[in-house]
């Protein structure tokens, strides 16, 4: 059994702010009984453009974003999927977005740097292009956590389902977490549909934190941040506003869709 809870935000452009109620979601989740909790994309910071995570990006394992989620994973004895921060990278113009993870002791355990880099134009004014700031990665990445094969992806991602399939190499995911920033519009239509696909193609347990709400710099987020079990089942999720999305992950669960169903065992590589 692994409890675990998704920690649903609405970002502001001001990082003091997002990590004190990060830190007070991190606090709830804990006294709820999480073990594993993450939040969501771009938690830190919801900017006014892009280059405002230049401003605040900080060095691998060194930095006031860094040192509070390591704190408080060490405070509850959890631990935290960092949703993302930005990490510098050897060029100023440009930063990784990273998700973090940190153990129960605090320590650091894993880095993810989000591969697939959101552009999007509604055609009315909504516009995105991640591609000016940030620089790909190029890894698939999965952590163990206390015996769960645990793999990561960012937002975007979740489009991508070769990152997934690529994680479930040499061993299944029994975990994939996806902290996540969805636009309204995007999420409404996708969302929930591309969640659920994975656990179901992946046979796994899916958790997403995402970013729910009006923001103060006026973006709108889609949220609904869940909780999928390996038969593509919601069995928890949250619409909009702060708050704490929980569950329990079961061995048990995931041995017997795999063992009625084996698809993956089907898989033709
Ligand atoms: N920050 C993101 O990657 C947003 C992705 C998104 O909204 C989508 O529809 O995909």
């Given at each position: 059994?692994?409890?675990?809870?998704?920690?649903?935000?609405?970002?502001?452009?001001?990082?003091?702010?997002?990590?004190?109620?990060?830190?007070?979601?991190?606090?709830?989740?804990?006294?709820?009984?999480?073990?594993?909790?993450?939040?969501?994309?771009?938690?830190?910071?919801?900017?006014?453009?892009?280059?405002?995570?230049?401003?605040?990006?900080?060095?691998?394992d060194?930095?006031?974003?860094q040192d509070t989620l390591a704190a408080a994973a060490q405070r509850h004895g959890v631990w935290i999927?960092?949703?993302?921060?930005?990490?510098?990278?050897?060029?100023?113009?440009?930063?990784?977005?990273?998700?973090?993870v940190w153990g129960p002791d605090g320590r650091p355990r894993?880095?993810?740097?989000?591969?697939?880099?959101?552009?999007?134009?509604?055609?009315?004014?909504?516009?995105?292009?991640?591609?000016?700031?940030?620089?790909?990665?190029?890894?698939?990445?999965?952590?163990?956590?206390?015996?769960?094969?645990?793999?990561?992806?960012?937002?975007?991602?979740?489009?991508?389902?070769?990152?997934?399939?690529?994680?479930?190499?040499?061993?299944?995911?029994?975990?994939?977490?996806?902290?996540?920033?969805?636009?309204?519009?995007?999420?409404?239509?996708?969302?929930?549909?591309?969640?659920?696909?994975?656990?179901?193609?992946?046979?796994?347990?899916?958790?997403?934190?995402?970013?729910?709400?009006?923001?103060?710099?006026?973006?709108?987020?889609?949220?609904?941040?869940?909780?999928?079990?390996?038969?593509?089942?919601?069995?928890?999720?949250?619409?909009?506003?702060?708050?704490?999305?929980?569950?329990?992950?079961?061995?048990?669960?995931?041995?017997?869709?795999?063992?009625?169903?084996?698809?993956?065992?089907?898989?033709?590589?």
């Amino acid at each position: 059994m692994l409890n675990v809870a998704a920690l649903q935000m609405v970002s502001a452009p001001d990082v003091a702010i997002n990590l004190a109620t990060a830190c007070r979601l991190i606090a709830e989740a804990a006294d709820q009984g999480a073990r594993l909790l993450a939040l969501p994309e771009y938690f830190c910071l919801m900017g006014q453009s892009d280059r405002d995570k230049l401003a605040i990006a900080e060095a691998e394992d060194s930095g006031p974003i860094q040192d509070t989620l390591a704190a408080a994973a060490q405070r509850h004895g959890v631990w935290i999927i960092g949703g993302t921060l930005p990490l510098r990278t050897e060029d100023p113009q440009w930063v990784r977005n990273s998700c973090r993870v940190w153990g129960p002791d605090g320590r650091p355990r894993a880095r993810y740097d989000k591969i697939h880099l959101f552009a999007y134009d509604n055609g009315r004014g909504e516009r995105y292009d991640e591609g000016r700031v940030l620089q790909a990665g190029d890894a698939p990445v999965a952590v163990e956590v206390d015996g769960w094969r645990v793999g990561l992806g960012i937002c975007y991602d979740l489009r991508f389902p070769e990152l997934f399939r690529a994680l479930m190499q040499p061993a299944p995911c029994d975990l994939l977490v996806l902290p996540a920033a969805f636009t309204h519009g995007t999420g409404r239509a996708h969302w929930e549909l591309l969640l659920r696909a994975r656990a179901v193609e992946n046979q796994c347990y899916v958790l997403a934190p995402a970013q729910g709400g009006l923001h103060p710099n006026g973006r709108r987020t889609w949220g609904h941040s869940l909780l999928a079990d390996p038969w593509g089942e919601v069995l928890a999720v949250q619409a909009e506003g702060e708050g704490v999305v929980a569950g329990t992950l079961r061995r048990q669960r995931l041995d017997e869709v795999r063992a009625q169903l084996p698809a993956l065992a089907h898989r033709r590589i």
